[in-house]
């Protein structure tokens, strides 16, 4: 894993023990307020955490994506186009570089990042619904993707 990713990962880590302690306490104090107040703080550090770290695999899917353009207009345009769009470029990126269809490349791990893209939105803007999430299955892909965009800058841009 790159260190950024390793510390967001630690971070939660580390913050997720602290309200797992205030929930702990809420229910040593029978508080029904207190428990409600700490399970509020443990799915408001859930989301913003998702959201951190699915910046960061957006980051480097989006630098994949546009490796292998030119120019930094070419460049700025990938980055405004649709999430899918970039997304498909990336993938097709790092099966070149690879010279395989990894697993977490395949057309089947589409839909959850795709997914996880929509659950963000949702999150962003303070619409706060509450769904089911892997925020270690998101960090770690993330990770996958760093280590494309390294082995790629090692071999240089691919050409076409």
């Known amino acids: ?20 302690g205030r929930i702990e306490f809420a229910f040593d104090l029978d508080s029904d307020d207190a428990l409600r107040l700490a399970e509020q703080e443990k799915e ?10 699915f910046s960061a695999l957006e980051k480097n899917i989006t630098a994949l994506a546009s490796a292998r353009l030119s120019t930094g207009m070419q460049r700025a345009g990938l980055r405004s186009a649709p999430f899918d769009k970039r997304l498909e470029t990336a993938l097709k990126v790092a099966r070149e570089v690879l010279r395989d269809e990894p697993e977490w490349a395949s057309r089947q791990k589409l839909p959850t990042i795709l997914n996880w893209y929509e659950i963000r939105n949702e999150i962003a803007p303070a619409g706060y619904k509450s769904v089911l999430y892997s925020l ?14 390294f082995l790629m800058s090692r071999k240089g841009p691919l050409q076409k």
């Open 136 to 149: 270690c299955a998101l960090v770690a892909v993330a990770a996958i993707w760093a280590v494309v965009i």
């Open 44 to 53: 408001h550090l859930d989301q913003a955490f998702f959201v951190l770290s």
């Open 1 to 20: 894993m790159n260190s950024k990713l390793d510390s967001l990962a630690s971070s939660y880590t580390r913050l997720s023990r602290d309200v797992a």
